[in-house]
Every structure is written in C-alpha cells, then in structure tokens.
C-alpha cells in the first residue's frame, strides 16, 4: 500500500529522515516496493502570476495571458482555461519542464499564429486530482517564481508491500505502531473529533448471520453536506492512490486506509424497513459499485433491506443505495465478517476490493465502535448534520489468545540473544500485555500470533534480524557419505552420456497441446486451466516437445540436430523417468569429400539407444528387438524396434519417426528418435546381506589366441539377422565368444525367397590350442543351430 | 683376369645406370644367373688345378661379391626412390577440414542442479524429490494453508480433475457437500513449488533430515519474466537445536560456494510464508557490472543494491505436526530458491523463456561439456 511521508507523520512523531524510516520498513518486514517523490514530477513548475489576459486573434477559446514569473520576466502564455483571468494567481510549467499527466515536454510554441513560452496547468495536468475545468488558482499571497512543489508542500510517497498476515499493517497507523515499536519515534494517539450524538438510531440493524457477520453496528447521520473533501484529505487519498470522490466516500475511504477499517456509508434515502445481515438467496443479484451485476447463493453474507440486497458483505456495496452528491441522511455501517468466508465469497464472485483484501485476512474486532466514532466525527466536522447514538447487533469476537512465552526461545529458534527486559518492552510496544510469569496476551487485532514461535518472530524483527550470527550446522564425523539415490545416478550417468555422444539437452514444456498428446497415445492429465490450448496437457510422452523443438530450429536454418531430454512422462500410474533423443536432418553435412550430405536412419538411432543403455548399465547383451510399442503412427512402422528384457519389460524404443508425424509438426527434414524408460533398467543387483563391494569378479586375459571362422548361410528372406545371429551364437555358450555379421545380400546367384547372411565367429580356447576335431565340433554345432532358423549352409 | 676386370667395370656401369628394378634384374642374371659371366667365371675354377684355384679363385669371389653389393645396393636406392615418389603423389591437402565430430552438452539447468547437489552433499544434504502432479493436501494443507487461505491466492496455481476419481465424481452432485471436503484434499495440482517434497520425506522418513529438493515447479504465470514453468530447490533441516542462526550460516555457505566468492554478504528481511514462523526473505548484495547482475558485496556499498534472492524460515510446527514429526522434539528451518534464477546469475543469460526453447545454439553456448560434472575439488563452477 502507498501513502505520504505526511500521512505517516500524522501518526507517527518522529524526526527520523526517509531514507531512515525505509530501511526500518524494511528491516521489520514491511517491504519497500518504491518511494516515489512527487518534487521530481513536479520539477520546473513554478507560481505564477496573471498580470493580463487577452483574447486570442484567431481563436474563441483561448486567451493571451502576459504571466510575471517572479523573477522579473514576463512571458506570454496562450491559455484555453476559461477561468485564466489577470490578477489570478497559477502554476506555470516552462518550457523544460515535463507535464506529469501525459509526459509531454513542453516547449516554446505557435499556437494560432501567437507564441507560447510555457503552460498554465489545471489540476489533473499535474495529477494533484480530477479537476480539468480550468487551470489551478493559488491564493492570492502565493508568491511568484517559487517552486510549486516546495508550495504545495507535496510529500514523498512510500509503497509498501504487505504480507497477508499482517492486516493491522494495512492502514498508515498500523505501520506507524510497528515503526514506533521499532525505536523510529513515538506513535500518536487517534484524535476524535468531538461531535454529539442524539437520539436512538431510527433506522433497525440486525444480524440474521452471526456466522457470517457476527456484529453489525450502525448509526444514521442526517442533514450532511456532501461536497468535496478537503485538500488534506484529497491528498491523503492521492497519494494512497486512490481518486476523491465525495467526502462520505472519501472519508470511509481514509477510515480504511488510515486504519485498516473498511465501513460503509448508505444512502439512508434508498433505503426501506430493517438493514440485515443475512444469507443472500440463491439467485438473487446485485450491481455492485463498480457497475457490474453479480449472482449470488445462499453461501453468502450479504446486507440486505426490505426490498432486496444493497452490500456484498464485506467486499463491495451496492451501486443503487451509495451515496452521491445529493446524498444527505447516511446510514453507517461497521461489521466484524467472518474471515474465511469473505474469501470464499470474494474467489466465487471473482471479485477483488480493498475491503475485501483487509477482511478475509482479518480486521481488528476491537476498532468497531472507535472506527465507528472517528468516521461519524470526521463526517459531522467536515460535512456537517446531526449523529444518531450507535446500534450494534451482534459483538465481535473478543477472546483474546494468551501464549506462554518462554523468553529463552528466542536464542533458541531465533538464534538471537535478546535481553528479557527488551524483549518485554518490544512486544508491550506492539501492545501485547506480557505478564510477570510471560503469559502474553495478544491483541485481538493480531490474528496471525498463534503460539511461542510468532512471538520470537515479532521480537526478532523489531530487535533486527541483522543481529542473527551464522552459526554453523553440526557436521556429521568423517568424510561425507554420498548423497543420490540410484535413480538421481542414473540420471546423472545417461544425461553426461547423451552430451558425450553430442547430443544437446533441452528441456521442453511439460504440459503439451490435446493434439500433440493424442499423437503419442493421449495424455491422461489435462489441466483445468492452461495458459493457453498450447500447453493444455501433461505430456504422456516427451516427443512432442523435443519435435517442437526441432521444428523451431529448422526454421532458423538449422540442417543438423541432436538433441535430448530427460524429464517426467506423465501417465495415470504416475510419473515415469524418460530419456527421449530425436536426430533430425543431417548427419553429415555436404562435403568435399563425400559431396552429398547423408542423413539419420534408424540404425543411427539404434546405436545410439544402446551406447546409452550401456552407459546406464543396462543388460544390453541380454536385450530383445521387438517390434515397437503399438501406438500408432509414432515410428515408421517398418523401421523401429523396442529393446526389452522379456516380452513385458520395455527398456526403450528407436526407429524413424513417421512421416504423418513430422507432417504434424511441419517438418520437412528425416527425424530419428529414441525413447528410454529409467525406471526399467533394472538397479544394480547387491546380493541381500552382502556388504556392498567394489571388487569385481576376477579375471585375467586368456593367454591363448583367439580364432575366427566365417560361415555362409542361405535364410529365408523374411528371417531377422538377429535371430539367425542369437542362435549361431547360442550354439556353443564355453568356447563362442562372439558372432558378428560382416555380409547380408540377396538377388543374383541367390534363390528367390532367400537371401545370404555371412557370419564371423570367434571363439575363445581355454587351456588348450583346439584340436581340428574340436573345430569341426564347434562348426557342426554352429550349422545346426542356424539350420533351426531355417537356414542352409551355402556351398 | 683383364677380361674378368674389364667385365666388372662395364657391369658396375651397367647397374649404376639401371633406371628400374627390371632393369636392374637384367644386370642381376647377365652377372649372377646361372649363365651369367660372374657364375660362369667361378664355374672355371672347377676345371683348375688347386694351384690355379688358389691363386685365381679370390678374384673371383671379390668381383662376385663387388657386383652383388652394388646391385643390392642400386636395389635400395631405387626403391627409396619408388617410396619417395610414392609417398609424393599420396600428399593431402591437410588444411582440407576433417569430418565434423559435435560436442554435444548439458543444460545449464542440469548443471546448476548438480552442482547444488555437489555443494549440498558436502553440508549432509541428500537430494530428495516427489511428484510435480500433487494433491492439494502435500501442496497446500499440510503447509499450513488451509483452503481459504489468503496465501493460497498468491500461488497461480494450475489445477487438474483426478482421472480416477473423476468416474465417481459425475453424478455425485447429490451429496455434494459431503463430497466436497473430501475432493478438496485429493484435489490435484501441479505443485506450485517444492516444499510439498518436505512433507513427503519428513512422513516417510521422520527426523533428524536434511534434504534439498530440486525440480520443476509451476505457476500459471507467464510474461517477460515469468514461465509457467520453472525450477526450484527446496533445502529443509530438521534436528533438535537447530535455529535461525543455522538457515544464516547454510544460506551464507551455499552462495559462497555457488558463486565461488567470499564476499557474499546477505540481508535477511523478515517476511511471511505460512510454512514457516519465523519466516525470513533473504537479499543478496550485488553491483551493476557491464549490464549485468553480478552477485557480491554489500547492497549498500557504491554502486551495489539488493535482491530478493530466496525465501526461508523456521518450519512451522503445524507443517511438522502435518508430516508426523513432533515439534516439541525437533525444529529446523526450511528454504526454497529458483534454479533458474541461480543460473542466470551465476552464468549470464539474460532470458528465461530461452531456458525451455530447445535453440540448439543457445544450448551449446549456454550448456556444458559433459566433462564439466561438478566436483569439490575442480570447483562446481565452470568458467568460460
């Protein structure tokens, strides 16, 4: 909230400077979003005098006005005020000067064919107030040449920022409590200004609600006056921000933001019979202050009288019964809501106010009858009439919370040694009543103090959180002990893995389009209320964001991409760990060597999903290529595989991506992609009871040489290699170390139907040299087995 | 003997000219072969009598062995030659560029998130996480904020019908009311920051603890500086004695060892979080360097200001109530801060919105190698 030095000082007797009296804001935790100096704005704005006035030649409107600036110049002005006029006294902004309303500097101008050294301002030009009729008049000993600021007398204007739980601190006397508490000067009483109340309060109060509004108090005012406010009030409410309407409005505004009390004065001629609180009726509605009509239910205080609803209790009146300018008999209301249920209301209305604000974090139950008195006083001196006594109905809670205090936490949760005596005197001056024995009895206004610790917490801060010492935390004996759990290592080993290979992390949205989510399978987590149709759904899979991606770059001229992520898929069973790699375009650029550019296949991705899987200490050796997951039009249908340890288990997925798909994300280069699942690799197997080893299993390298022996075999064409290979190597598990691949061919010279897979194996002796027999042993074998596949030894 | 000697002398030339290896064979056989005249000459020596023998066979063998030596050695010399000329038509133009190899890299997010690990786990710490689709309970309730909360509004919160409940919940307007309290606890969210992982781990792991919790939280924020989604790292310590003088000290170590400067001064303000009480927002001193934020000093030294860096506190006792830890027993503090934000001034970027755009130029000029995994003793910074 804003207000002026001025109004501060109101409240608060002090000698402090600004600068002291922020950095005390700061320090006891109401923070200093800004401090505004309206002397800056006001810079190279002077009193001026009118010395004559003239018609313009060419304009009905305007006047030429000779202005004595006070330092012995004289300047003609063109003016369009109607009420510029010789003898007046004004405020002249010179050419230099910036007008604070529009931010126009002025300058020397021609306006009709007359020069024009300047401008005489109206009100709202300098945002002093609403005014635009016609130019500022000043009294007539305003002297000339002086700086208008300095004149007006305008205030520095100090924004603070306050915390939910501090509602006392939401009006200028709250704050001034907290700063005097502080040691920043001395906090003044309120003055009540002294008016006489007659006769009972014609008009009937009652609380049909003691849920919802516990107490209502009211009194009637009749014959006001109400005019504008005053300057002083006007300039309280500007600095606060807020426009001067009226003065009933005005000063029911000031009671609120000069002391956190939100009231409300109706217009006692719209009214008829009793004024209730009450449950709205479902369906009942209201056009409220701010013009806009609101549906109500029976959840809902509201204050009503016999013809209908006139106040969304607590949060804004009613547009028909508040005042206007020929508003005369007022009926003043002052009400303790319930706290909770102002919220409630307010977030189903979708409707913000400043009462509201102050009422569901809690106003001050014991600042009914004074709120009541001071706004009744300041409206009969201001505005005239005759007061009624109060009615009240209802009462406000009034239990106060008494907290045993134990002065020595302060050291021990605050971490600070503070004197009793001072601790004592800091919270008295916050007008907590402690007792010999530290029973602390709080006041009603403060219902944020709910035990011991928010004691330290308001002792702390008036003693200066500066005063806190570091003090270490115990260190646990010996060397640290690692930290990550297997998941976060994992995580760890695949991401430094995937930047190894030269893959680039990302990291993407987690919540993705309806469209995209149904693309990979459909998101099961939709969001009630996205920021927008692009980020609607928590992404069942994380391609779509890296194809985003993709898409992103290869507009901005991109022809190669690797990249990663490694994020949460969001699923009905929860949140999976996932790394997804997409390699787009390129592979290898146009060079002088190879002259045309090659691009990813699937092989590329392939490889790259099991140097990953490896890395992650997968069981790559054990894994099968199976057909991929079967959601559709993910991969190309041909070329893609998932990995698995067993038909269920799924490790991970790779393949080219579909070109419907890369039509969905409008991309037009060739994209392969890889999916692995972390939490199916299986962790590390510690045998149960055994104490973790890093020792590894022996081994030294066989001293004998290894052999190779090449075979040939004719397989059916629709045969996969790898199965062929698994088999060959499955064929003697002691002495095959390896099988590898090294032909594939099919067409001339082989039959229809069938193609030729050319296999080095290598194996391994163990004590001996092998025999031929042996030899021809491991070779019968080998052939038997690839004959199980359906395949024939080739001639 | 003049004949051997003038046989050897023309031969000599003759293998000192040959230009090839085929030519030179030729000499080779002319001289060595079988019929050639060296062999011939020695096949005289047979038909000698051992006096003869004696007396002619040295010649013989000298000259033998001069022309083998020198075809030998014109053999050498022409294949170096061969070698040479091979090797000169093999030359590459070297300045021709070599196939591309990328240098892939880490996200600075990822990063700072290990390197916090790194600085945390010498403190004690171990990484803790939870899940980013909470419940409202975790998220909100049992951090002391209850439903009608004003706090709660402070959080944009994006929220989300329970698909396994959402089969039960058509047609169930009947009971509406009863139903309600129940929903409001299951009500599901995206979690709006980290701390819901501290009443996770406090239930499932009771105390004494002391976890940070990095991840991705959100807010259905978005503008210049604001995404809806960002990341956070939540510190919590409880044990018996511990107090505000601690979450000084922490904060203070953490950001010297992050920022790798001693000169980290911090400014604590008092503030309000409902989880903690008291509640404390921490600034950090910093100067205005070349356009940038650059953290260290005092903000009330020339030409330095402060920041809002992060927020902290004691840990409430009804939030150690909620997590099943007994407040008479154990008390702590708790801290969140962005992960983002620390990695934007601890490296530089000036964008949060680039941090999740997937440009593959700004990854490699803001990731890291894979090589720079954070460690004590390298220092968890990586400088350019």
């Known amino acids: 909230m804003k207000f002026s030095l001025t109004w501060l000082k109101d409240h608060l007797e002090t000698s402090a400077t600004l600068a002291e009296i922020t950095d005390a804001l700061n320090a006891i935790g109401l923070e200093v979003e800004g401090v505004e100096d309206p002397a800056q704005r006001l810079a190279g704005f002077t009193v001026a005098e009118v010395l004559t006035a003239e018609k313009h030649p060419d304009a009905d409107k305007l006047q030429v006005l000779t202005v004595n600036t006070g330092s012995g110049d004289q300047l003609q002005v063109v003016c369009g005020a109607p009420n510029a006029r010789a003898g007046m006294k004004g405020v002249l902004g010179q050419p230099g000067a910036v007008v604070p309303s529009n931010g126009m500097k002025l300058k020397k101008s021609a306006i009709r064919g007359v020069e024009s050294n300047g401008m005489m301002c109206s009100v709202r030009e300098l945002e002093l107030g609403e005014d635009h009729d016609g130019i500022i008049e000043l009294p007539a000993d305003a002297p000339a040449g002086h700086s208008f600021a300095d004149y007006h007398g305008s205030s520095p204007i100090i924004d603070v920022a306050i915390t939910p739980n501090r509602p006392d601190c939401m009006g200028v006397h709250g704050i001034a409590r907290d700063l005097a508490a502080a040691g920043l000067g001395t906090l003044k009483p309120i003055a009540f200004p002294k008016f006489a109340a007659s006769g009972a309060c014609p008009t009937e109060i009652r609380t049909d609600d003691a849920e919802g509004c516990p107490a209502f108090y009211g009194r009637v005012i009749t014959g006001v006056k109400n005019g504008a406010s005053p300057d002083w009030l006007q300039q309280r409410l500007a600095s606060a921000g807020q426009k001067p309407i009226s003065l009933l409005v005005d000063l029911t505004n000031y009671l609120m933001l000069a002391f956190g009390r939100p009231a409300h004065a109706y217009d006692l001629a719209k009214l008829t019979g009793a004024v209730v609180a009450r449950r709205a009726k479902n369906g009942e509605q209201i056009v409220a202050l701010n013009d806009k009509t609101y549906t109500l239910d029976d959840s809902m205080t509201v204050i009503a009288d016999d ?73 009969v001196e201001l505005g005239g009439g005759t007061a009624s006594e109060v009615t ?179 699923l009905a069973d929860g949140e999976h760990p996932t790394l997804v790699a997409v390699l787009a375009g390129e592979k290898t650029a146009r060079g002088w060597d190879t002259g045309k550019p090659t691009h990813f296949d699937a092989y590329d991705a392939k490889a790259m999903c099991l140097q990953l899987l490896e890395a992650a200490g997968a069981p790559v050796h054990k894994l099968m290529v199976m057909p991929a997951e079967s959601i559709a039009d993910i991969y190309h249908p041909g070329q893609s595989a998932s990995l698995r340890l067993g038909p269920k288990n799924q490790l991970a997925s790779f393949g080219t991506i579909h070109p419907a798909m890369l039509d969905a994300f409008d991309i037009d280069v060739p994209v392969v992609a890889l999916g692995i699942h972390l939490d199916a690799i299986p962790a590390p197997k510690v045998k149960k009871g055994a104490s973790p080893s890093f020792a590894r299993a022996a081994y030294s390298p066989p001293a004998l040489q290894s052999v190779t022996r090449d075979f040939a075999f004719l397989v059916p064409a629709e045969l996969p290699a790898g199965d062929l290979l698994r088999s060959v190597k499955g064929a003697d598990k002691v002495n095959i170390v390896d099988a590898k691949i090294f032909d594939v061919f099919a067409g001339q010279g082989v039959a229809e139907g069938k193609k030729s897979i050319a296999v080095e194996v290598t194996l391994q002796p163990q004590e001996k040299s092998f025999k031929d027999a042996e030899l021809k042993a491991i070779s019968d074998a080998v052939i038997a087995a690839a004959q199980k596949q359906g395949a024939e030894l080739r001639g | 003997m003049t004949d051997l000697t003038d046989q050897k002398t023309a031969a000599l030339a003759a293998i000192y000219a040959a230009e090839t290896l085929e030519a030179l064979d030729e000499q080779r056989v002319a001289a060595l072969g079988k019929k050639g005249w060296v062999s011939l000459a020695l096949k005289t020596l047979g038909g000698m009598s051992p006096e003869e023998r004696t007396q002619a066979a040295p010649a013989i063998q000298a000259t033998r062995s001069e022309v083998a030596d020198s075809i030998a050695a ?166 018996k004695n511990i107090h505000l003088g601690h979450l ?122 894979a090589f720079d995994q954070p460690t004590l003793s390298a220092g968890v910074g990586v400088k350019p």
């Open chain 1, 307 to 379: 013809a209908g609803v006139h106040d969304v209790a607590g949060i804004m009146g009613g547009l028909e019964s508040g005042c206007s300018a020929e508003t005369t008999d007022v009926l003043l209301e002052i009400a303790y809501f319930n706290p909770a249920q102002i919220g409630v209301t307010g977030r189903k209305l979708g409707l913000a106010s400043d009462a509201r604000t102050r009422f569901e974090r809690g106003v001050d139950p014991a600042f009914l009858d004074d709120g009541l008195d001071l706004l009744t006083g300041l409206i």
């Open chain 1, 392 to 570: 009240r109905a209802g009462s406000p809670p009034s239990d106060a919370k008494v907290v045993a205090f134990d002065p020595a936490l302060t050291a021990s949760l605050g971490g600070v040694d503070v004197a009793e005596a001072e601790q004592r005197r800091i919270l008295e001056s916050l007008d907590f009543e402690v007792g010999a024995d530290w029973k602390v009895t709080c006041p009603l206004r403060r219902h944020d103090i709910e035990g011991p610790a928010d004691l330290v917490e308001e002792v702390v801060r008036i003693h200066g959180l500066d005063n806190v010492a570091s003090v270490a935390l115990p260190r646990a004996e010996g060397v640290a002990r690692p930290t990550a759990s297997p998941e976060q290592k994992l995580e760890r080993k695949l991401r430094r893995a995937a930047a190894g290979a030269g893959l680039d992390e990302a990291i993407t949205w987690s919540f993705i389009s309806e469209e995209e989510a149904a693309r990979v399978g459909g998101g099961v987590w939709s969001l009630d209320n996205p920021i927008s149709e692009d980020m609607k759904v928590m992404r069942p899979s994380l391609l779509p964001g890296l194809l985003s991606a993709v898409k992103r770059n290869v507009d901005r001229g991109a022809s190669s991409l690797q990249l990663f992520e490694i994020g949460r898929r969001y």
């Open chain 2, 74 to 239: 014109r053999k050498a010399a022409l294949e170096s030659a061969a070698l040479a000329e091979k090797l000169a038509s093999e030359t590459l133009d070297l300045t021709l560029p070599a196939p591309d190899t990328k240098t892939g890299s880490v996200h600075p997010v990822s990063q700072v998130m290990d390197e916090l690990a790194e600085i945390f786990a010498d403190l004690g710490f171990s990484v803790a996480t939870g899940p980013e689709i909470e419940d409202d309970w975790h998220n909100f309730t049992a951090l002391n904020m209850d439903e009608s909360h004003p706090a709660r509004a402070m959080h944009d919160t994006f929220y989300l019908p329970d698909p396994a409940s959402s089969s039960e919940a058509v047609g169930g307007d009947e009971n509406a009311s009863s139903s309600e309290a129940v929903g409001e606890q299951k009500r599901m969210l995206l979690r709006t920051h980290t701390s819901p992982v501290q009443i996770r781990s406090m239930k499932a792991n009771g105390a004494p603890i002391r976890i940070i919790a990095p991840g991705r939280v959100y807010r259905s924020d978005s503008d210049a500086t604001h995404t809806p989604m960002f990341h956070q790292v939540e510190g919590l310590v409880i044990d």
């Open chain 2, 248 to 369: 000084k000290w922490t904060l203070e170590t953490f950001l010297k060892a992050f920022f790798e400067r001693e000169d980290i001064v911090l400014r604590l303000r008092p503030s309000y979080f409902p989880f903690t009480e008291p509640s404390v927002e921490v600034d950090v001193g910093y100067a205005n360097t070349g356009g940038r934020r650059v953290v260290g000093g005092s903000g009330d030294d020339d030409g330095h200001d402060w920041m809002e860096l992060l927020g902290s506190g004691m840990v409430n006792r009804r939030v150690l109530e909620s997590a099943g830890v007994d407040p008479d027993e154990y008390q702590g503090f708790a801290f969140g801060v962005g992960v983002d934000r620390l990695a934007m001034l601890k490296y530089g970027m000036d964008d949060l919105r680039a941090f999740f755009d997937g440009d593959a130029r700004w990854l490699s000029h803001y990731g890291f190698s």
